[in-house]
């Protein structure tokens, strides 16, 4: 019995998807970026955001998991997901997605009502995105942008942050670019399969995304020159410093399309994130010029 419930639980893990809620690190972009990081009190409730978030992300991800079943046993990947695979039960999963949204819903509103909002507007979107904008070409990459765009907002409504207008554009371009990545790696993986997988896909093809990923990867590296050259930015950080992180983005950007093009790997970004070394310490290091330029 015990070795069951150990199993169940591991299932249930899995399920979850930590290793995508690396996603949720945007929540604490606010709180660096307005230099508010060294307060206590905002750097817990941004813990909070966080630990908050990732409980809603794995709930969606259990729920979109359940109405996918069948799709996702025709995707090389993710016909090994414990629901896919019938390694565990659907109607388990079910109870224990309702029951987690729940608490982590009841959690964002005790933390603030603006911040509840925002979660709740997530979870209807990302619900939205399950059963409607998924199917529509175009649409379903400005949702999954805007998925990342309201984990930015929320992360500045847990700590009373407002997001400055350059912040926003840089998330939702960026967030383009990876979800149209993420499309053209689909559309490439699963060949003839691709239009039962997801409807969506038969309505791509390769040369209209590379030409949309080409626009939006210009615009991203332009926004984030402008933001970090901006008067405002400026004014507002009380330092020009932040413009030395751009040759960094810049690398960044050009090291993760050459995962998409030449080694295929566009699928996941928070797997690139997480397994390629280059793109890695890009990271780590841009993080910690920024934390050095901001609080030094």
Not at 26 to 40: D, N, Y
Not at 44 to 59: D, K, Q, V
Not at 248 to 259: D, Q, T
Request: net charge positive.
């Amino acid at each position: 019995m015990a070795l069951l419930m150990r199993e169940t639980l591991r299932l249930l893990w899995r399920s979850f998807r930590p290793h995508h809620w690396t996603k949720n690190l945007i929540l604490f972009a606010p709180l660096v970026f307005s230099q508010h990081l060294l307060e206590v009190e905002r750097a817990l409730r941004a813990l909070a955001a966080f630990a908050i978030f990732c409980l809603l992300s794995g709930g969606i991800y259990v729920l979109n998991d359940l109405r996918d079943i069948e799709r996702d046993r025709l995707h090389p990947r993710k016909a090994h997901r414990p629901l896919a695979s019938g390694a565990l039960s659907p109607r388990l999963a079910a109870r224990v997605c309702a029951l987690v949204l729940l608490v982590a819903l009841a959690l964002a509103f005790r933390l603030s009502a603006a911040f509840g909002i925002t979660a709740l507007s997530y979870v209807l979107l990302q619900i939205t995105y399950s059963l409607w904008m998924k199917r529509i070409v175009i649409l379903d990459v400005f949702a999954i942008a805007a998925g990342f765009v309201l984990r930015a907002v929320a992360g500045g409504e847990a700590v009373a942050v407002p997001l400055s207008p350059w912040f926003f554009i840089c998330t939702l371009l960026l967030a383009l670019f990876l979800g149209l990545s993420k499309r053209r790696h689909e559309l490439l993986a699963l060949n003839e399969s691709a239009a039962e997988h997801r409807a969506s896909l038969a309505l791509y093809n390769t040369l209209l995304l590379d030409q949309m990923i080409a626009m939006v990867t210009s615009a991203t590296i332009v926004t984030y020159a402008l933001y970090t050259l901006s008067s405002e930015t400026i004014a507002r950080l009380h330092t020009d410093a932040l413009k030395y992180t751009i040759p960094l983005v810049l690398y960044g950007i050009f090291r993760y399309l050459y995962l998409v093009y030449r080694k295929e790997e566009g699928g996941n970004p928070e797997t690139a994130l997480l397994t390629d070394r280059p793109l890695l310490i890009t990271i780590l290091l841009y993080g910690a010029m920024v934390l050095w330029i901001l609080y030094r």
